[in-house]
């Protein structure tokens, strides 16, 4: 495993006692998962694929995000087609009327 990836996973587990199967699982998919994967990441999706307990999950990459493993953004998703919505200002910028999809 990557030297840098491996100790920012030992900081999470100094932050957190998580099971250490789980860490080992976050590190082996976070260095082979395609980069779509990795791009934007639904921790309960991955909760549900490595049929671990969401709430732990949740945990683990909010602690992974805080080690530097992961940047946590919050974005809008269109609720009508699902795309992403991004703005050069942020979510700042988003009107709440305004409607933003093109399709
Ligand atoms: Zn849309």
Redo the contacts with the bound molecule.
Sequence with gaps: MNTNLESRLELVAQAHAFPSRLLERLGQWVETAPEERLYRINPLLWAAEQQADENLVVDLFLHATMAGIFALVWSVL?T????LITTPGGLRALAHTQR??K?
């Excluded at 009508?80 to 795309?83: A, K, L, T, V």
């Design positions: 269109c009508q087609c699902g795309m933003y999809c399709l």
